[in-house]
Structure formats: C-alpha cells, structure tokens
Nanobody, 126 residues
Framework: VQLQASGGGLVQAGGSLRLSCAAS????????MGWFRQAPGKEREFVAA????????YYADSLEGRFTISRDKAKNTVYLQMNSLKPEDTAVYYC????????????????????WGQGTLVTVSS
C-alpha cells in the first residue's frame, strides 16, 4: 500500500483547502483512514478519521467543525476539506491507513495506523 498526499499550500486565514490522499493497492477500501498533522516543534496529532464504509467519521475536538473527511472508494482517495483555516492549522498533514475497518477507541492513536503518506505542507498566513 502506498499513500500519496497532495493539495497543501499557502492560504490566508479564513481560506479553504482540500487535501487528497491517493492510495494504491486493492486493500485500501477495506480499512479505515485517517488524517494527522504535525506542526514545527510539536508532536503529531490526530485530525480526522473515516471508517471503511463511510458510515462513521471522527474529528479532533479542537477543529470546531471546520474540517470534513470523506472518501471515494472508486478512486481510492480520501479527502480532507479544510475551511475557515487559522494560522494554528499550519502543519504538515499526513494521511494514514488504519489497521481496522470500523472506528473504535484507538481511532485517534497514530500507533493504530500502519501505512503513512509522505505528508503535504499547509501554511496559513495571518
């Protein structure tokens, strides 16, 4: 399984970006997927996750409903729509494939994800 994240860039505060994560490998659609981010000097933190069947999603409380995760199984792609961006959203964003299909208690734990993309940088200017 290979994951390729894209869509990052420079945006002004209040703007929007949509990140994409294209997966190769036929097992992509059978697993939950997640997005994480890592700001300079900080630990990697959970952003959002989606179950294999799109039935459930989960978000970090800090996002306050500004982000939306989705997936297109036909295109083997997961998306992260980010609206009302803030300077504190500046980070490298990583997509990852979970070791499970449905979201459970470990959904925000990076140790429960076993495949990672290379990351895409999002910079939000004030």
């Amino acid at each position: 399984v290979q994951l390729q994240a894209s869509g990052g860039g420079l945006v002004q505060a209040g703007g929007s970006l949509r990140l994409s994560c294209a997966a190769s490998g036929r097992t992509f659609s059978s697993y939950a997927m997640g997005w994480f981010r890592q700001a300079p000097g900080k630990e990697r933190e959970f952003v959002a996750a989606i179950s294999w069947n799109v039935a459930s999603t989960y978000y970090a409380d800090s996002l306050e409903g500004r982000f939306t995760i989705s997936r297109d199984k036909a295109k083997n792609t997961v998306y992260l729509q980010m609206n009302s961006l803030k300077p504190e959203d500046t980070a490298v964003y990583y997509c990852a494939r979970a070791t499970y299909t449905m979201l459970g208690p470990g959904r925000d734990n990076p140790n429960t994800y076993n495949y990672w993309g290379q990351g895409t940088l999002v910079t939000v200017s004030s």
